[in-house]
């Protein structure tokens, strides 16, 4: 049973460009978290996803955005790229809002902006 | 500011000894918990949880403490091994789940040998 997977593992994106990273969820999950974690800090989040809808979202900018398929894969966008949104972004799935279930993390891909 | 936070960036522990790593949230509304363990260039391993209606759980080889009075967490790991070497993050949200956990700075746990 695979567990939460991310592609792609490594990326390097210049100044001004657009980004987009996948997330696979643990079989039998239905939402989606995705995370920032910069160098030597701890993961900040950034919004959610559940029945393909975003469900509650972190203090970050417009320029972050996402999606959910109805297979529960979720994508993040980011628009825009700033040196500062390099960092390792983590996807976490877990299963059904509701029951509140312990949240799996991906490995993570990790973002260079050059 | 941050509503998670842990009292030491760094904690070294003899092999085969016990170590106890420390949390302060500032969120009185919060009422799940977690610890993460998260290795070199790996996303952040669940160990343990507990919520805010336990003051202790026990798992294998580690121990969470709650403490509602004063905002305090604790993972105590028994008998330490060269594998338990990592950073070590506590975590809070309310009610549970993936959505919207405030993670603390992180303690790097290292064993000496």
């Known amino acids: 049973d695979a567990g939460v997977t991310q592609s792609p593992t490594h990326l390097i994106k210049t100044r001004g460009q657009q980004v987009t990273l996948r997330c696979s969820p643990k079989?039998?999950?239905?939402?989606v978290s995705w995370y920032q974690q910069a160098l030597g800090q701890g993961p900040q989040f950034i919004f959610q996803?559940?029945?393909?809808?975003?469900?509650q979202r972190g203090n970050f900018p417009d320029r972050f955005s996402g999606h959910q398929f109805p297979n529960y894969s979720s994508e993040l966008n980011v628009n825009a790229l700033l040196l500062g949104d390099s960092a390792l972004y983590l996807c976490?799935?877990?299963?059904?809002?509701?029951?509140?279930?312990?949240?799996?993390f991906g490995q993570g891909t990790r973002l260079t902006v050059v | 500011g941050e509503s998670v936070g842990l009292h030491l960036p760094t904690l070294s522990v003899q092999e085969g000894d016990n170590s106890i790593i420390n949390c302060a949230y500032s969120?009185?509304?919060?009422?799940?918990f977690i610890w993460y363990k998260q290795e070199s260039g790996k996303g952040p391993q669940f160990i343990i949880d507990?919520?805010?209606?336990?003051d202790k759980r026990q798992g294998q080889r580690v121990t969470v403490l709650l403490n509602k009075t004063v905002k305090h967490l604790s993972l105590q790991i028994a008998a330490t091994q060269p594998g338990d070497s990592a950073v070590y993050f506590c975590a809070e949200n309310i009610g549970g789940g993936a959505d919207g956990l405030t993670f603390g700075k992180g303690t790097h746990l290292i064993i000496q040998p």
């Open positions: 996803y559940y029945e393909e809808e975003e469900r």
């Open positions: 079989s039998g999950h239905d939402t």
């Open positions: 969120n009185s509304a919060s009422d799940y």
């Open positions: 507990i919520r805010s209606n336990m």
């Open positions: 976490a799935s877990s299963l059904d809002v509701s029951m509140n279930t312990e949240a799996f």
